[in-house]
């Protein structure tokens, strides 16, 4: 049920290593990768260094693998381009689940709200931090994730819906007095569908991406600190026009990057 596992094992695709989930596509590296949560990019995608995934399987309806020449609409990648679409909670009444596995829990709940609504959320997190609470000599020591997954559907009318969608993430790694490693990431976006009278639709799209990283390392008495960030803002145009057994697809797309590549702090003890 691990997208970025079950994509490892297509041709064409390597796995960086055994316990890694990331994927290099056609000799390229991972770093050469684009990957979208719903229009929305996405970094640093795995869960305790790489040994998971960080998109649970439960919130995800599809995804789609561009090996070579992607699509227009697909840019900012030198190699492969994996575009993960959220999905749509039932309208059949409300429904939920949880379950429990080695290493980690996850909860989910999806139903309708009112006649127009329907909203899902999930939400999983590691327990693996909860034995070590249990040692004296590791108590102090941080291990831990989570993920949180949403999406809210509103039907305006015959020819319009609206889409809220929302990906959520933290990775906390902790030796006392030793190292600390902390990435978060956050997508999110707004999607309004218009369906003209003939076979032609519109998508109109806000998105919002912000992945953040706080490391450090005690080195000979000397707190050494490592932060940056990738935050973008952007606005999506989508339209496509069906005629026969053809589609024409036009659209644009306009960006905003701030970027941190690294800033260093030294306290000395």
Not at 66 to 79: D, F
Request: some cysteine.
């Amino acid at each position: 049920k691990d997208v970025l596992r079950t994509l490892q094992l297509l041709p064409g695709v390597k796995q960086e290593s055994e316990a890694s989930s990331g994927f290099q596509v056609r000799g390229g590296t991972s770093a050469q990768n684009a990957i979208l949560y719903d229009h929305v990019p996405v970094y640093n995608v795995g869960h305790l260094a790489g040994l998971f995934s960080a998109f649970n399987s439960d919130a995800v309806s599809g995804a789609t693998l561009y090996k070579c020449s992607p699509p227009a609409q697909y840019g900012g990648a030198t190699s492969g381009v994996l575009d993960i679409a959220s999905r749509s909670a039932v309208t059949d009444g409300w429904h939920g689940g949880a379950s429990i596995g080695l290493l980690s829990a996850k909860a989910l709940g999806e139903g309708p709200l009112g006649r127009r609504a329907s909203l899902l959320v999930c939400a999983r997190r590691s327990y693996a931090d909860v034995p070590l609470k249990l040692v004296n000599d590791f108590k102090d020591n941080t291990l831990y994730f989570y993920d949180v997954n949403a999406r809210l559907d509103y039907t305006l009318g015959d020819r319009d819906q609206l889409q809220l969608s929302f990906f959520g993430s933290r990775d906390h790694i902790a030796l006392k007095d030793m190292a600390s490693m902390k990435w978060s990431n956050l997508a999110t976006n707004l999607s309004w569908r218009h369906h003209f009278r003939n076979d032609a639709h519109a998508v109109t799209t806000l998105l919002l991406s912000n992945y953040n990283t706080n490391n450090a390392v005690d080195l000979l008495g000397s707190d050494e600190t490592f932060s940056g960030h990738i935050r973008q803002w952007g606005l999506r145009e989508d339209f496509s026009l069906s005629f026969g057994a053809g589609e024409l697809t036009l659209g644009g797309h306009s960006l905003v990057v701030d970027v941190k590549t690294g800033e260093w702090q030294a306290v000395n003890d």
